[in-house]
């Protein structure tokens, strides 16, 4: 006779055959885990992310970091091969995430980095440069 090795029991038996209860696997059971972010810090989080998740942004806000005075977005418009809508599309997605101010000059916006940044943010935009 053959041993089926799914059951343990063997082909042409006349017992029938008996499945073996296969162990629940306990939840967390192989490495310990860090408590989650709290839900608005982590909001938070996944929001600088989210606004950083473009590579024109991620661009925009590298030159922000480094510019000394605010950048008007006729400059942007200058660094990019991209039409000033959607520069200013852009720059409304950071401006959402409250990554950057913008002040009105006359015609233009002038944009630099939010001073009231979160130190989550603002410790993501220190990687940058």
């Given at each position: 006779m053959v041993v089926?090795p799914y059951n343990?029991t063997?082909v042409?038996?006349t017992?029938t055959p ?13 490495q310990?885990?860090a408590p989650?972010i709290p839900g608005?810090?982590?909001e938070e989080c996944?929001?600088v992310?989210?606004?950083?998740g ?6 925009m806000?590298h ?13 942007f ?9 959607t ?5 409304a ?5 409250r990554?950057i101010?913008s002040?009105?000059?006359?015609i233009?916006?002038?944009h ?5 940044m979160s ?5 993501v935009?220190a990687l940058?440069h």
């Amino acid at each position: 006779m053959v041993v089926n090795p799914y059951n343990r029991t063997m082909v042409g038996a006349t017992e029938t055959p008996t499945l073996d209860a296969i162990p629940l696997r306990v939840r967390g059971c192989c490495q310990p885990v860090a408590p989650r972010i709290p839900g608005p810090d982590a909001e938070e989080c996944a929001a600088v992310f989210r606004a950083l998740g473009d590579r024109t942004r991620l661009q925009m806000i590298h030159m922000l970091a480094e510019a000394t005075e605010p950048v008007c977005v006729c400059d942007f418009t200058a660094a990019f091969d991209l039409g000033q809508p959607t520069i200013s599309h852009h720059l409304a997605k950071l401006r959402d995430a409250r990554l950057i101010t913008s002040t009105r000059r006359g015609i233009w916006t002038f944009h630099q980095l939010n001073p009231a940044m979160s130190p989550a943010a603002r410790e993501v935009v220190a990687l940058l440069h």
